[in-house]
């Protein structure tokens, strides 16, 4: 560069006396020149910084700092330890979900694909039969996952959000993960969330973003391993002698036995290890994870059916004329509040339409007073009295259903 300088002050014949001068103003006129262009580069990059921060911060006020603690209070209400003595009776988790997703549902604009993605698989059980009965509560809570993963991208980029706050956001990643993992172990969310509630066990040092990107892409992992494995099974039936000794081969060279489906226990196993420090709080959770009952109400002799922890209980009816008459106890064994309206019973014939609520003769009778819509708190009890008209006696076959609004469950049947 400098030497650039001379050949252009020696093609300009300056005179040797003044060329000390003109070679320092041109070096300051060069260095004010690159230094305009560094200041003025780096000024725009910081424009653009703020311009981001101004952005993200938008979102997070938009989007997600309205309900974030909503979203902890559904986490923590739904799996507390101590439901039916620490929370207030009138607390209802389930309105609180859908609180969180009305306003999902009205600030999509500010939501991210994956966000919107996971909205829509939600959605979609409003007129979609979850035929498993578990699988759509797996989704709502894939949806709140989601949400927490992208409101810590965006309280990084934007410091919304001090090392505290990402943190709890960090823990409630990895108890939304470990009840999805439940869930699909259980059979039945309500089971997992009962598993769940001894989180209290779990390593305060482990509840980190670290942990839970290894559950995640552990259990990933083995369900690609589940499935390669259910096709190995199948070539091992199969009549081709190569492709079954393939499938011998690759099954007993690759598979370990967290790979198999009926060892899940083993992968509970391994999870409870990410989890917890001490080996006999480890080994107790385990334990009790192969006993399914430990976590769930196993029915008796008189029990009928039970939706979400409500039991029916002493399932009699008669019937007078066209008309049949349910009497029904119901007893709430959850750790949570049950909603429960008459109009969620339906009594179905056998190829034949509904039969007709009569909304006058139905109620719920309690404390010496009759309800057509009842709250039943943790372990209370109540009597149900449910008329129906239209009965048909040359109908071979009558079912009684309860609608939580997911799926129709069959309580009762006569003949």
Known sequence: MLQGIMGIIDSLSIPDAYRPAVITASATLLGAFFGAIVAQYFSHRMTIRREGQKYYKEIYQKLYAPILFDVYAYIDIYTHFRRGHDINHDVNEDEIYKKILRHIESNLMYATPKIISNFHAVKQYDYQDDLS????????????????????????????????????????????RVWAIFTDFFGDSNSAANALS????????????????????????????????????????????????????????????????????????????????????????????????????????????????????????????????????????????????????????????????????????????KFTEYRLYPNEKVELTLTFNGYDEKNIEYTLYFDDSKKCYPIYKHF
């Not at 949400?147 to 409630?172: T, V």
């Not at 259990?219 to 079954?244: E, H």
């Open 133 to 176: 009965g578990f699988n759509y509560r797996i989704t709502e809570l894939e949806l709140l996952e989601q949400f927490l993963l992208e409101l810590r991208n965006i309280a990084r980029k934007s410091n919304s959000l001090d090392d505290k706050g990402l943190g709890q956001i960090d823990r409630n990643l990895i108890y939304l």
């Open 198 to 369: 001894y989180k209290f066990y779990y390593s305060r040092r482990k509840l980190t973003h670290r942990t839970y990107r290894k559950i995640k892409a552990y259990f990933k992992r083995s369900t690609l391993k589940y499935s390669i494995y259910k096709l190995c099974l199948a070539s091992k039936d199969s009549r081709n002698k190569l492709i079954r000794n393939l499938g011998n081969y690759v099954i007993k060279n690759f598979f370990g036995k967290y790979s198999i489906v009926e060892h899940q226990s083993e992968n509970v196993e391994h999870l409870y290890k990410m989890l917890i420090t001490k080996r006999a709080d480890r080994e107790e959770l385990v334990k009790d994870m192969r006993d399914p009952s430990r976590y769930s109400y196993s029915p008796t002799t008189d029990l009928t059916h039970i939706v979400d922890n409500v039991l029916f209980l002493s399932m009699k009816y008669q019937i007078i004329d066209k008309t049949v008459i349910y009497n029904i106890e119901l007893v709430n064994h959850g750790m949570r509040a049950a909603d429960i309206t008459i109009n969620q019973f339906i009594l179905v014939g056998y190829n034949v339409s509904r039969l007709v609520l009569d909304q006058t003769n139905s109620f719920f009778l309690a404390h010496n007073q």
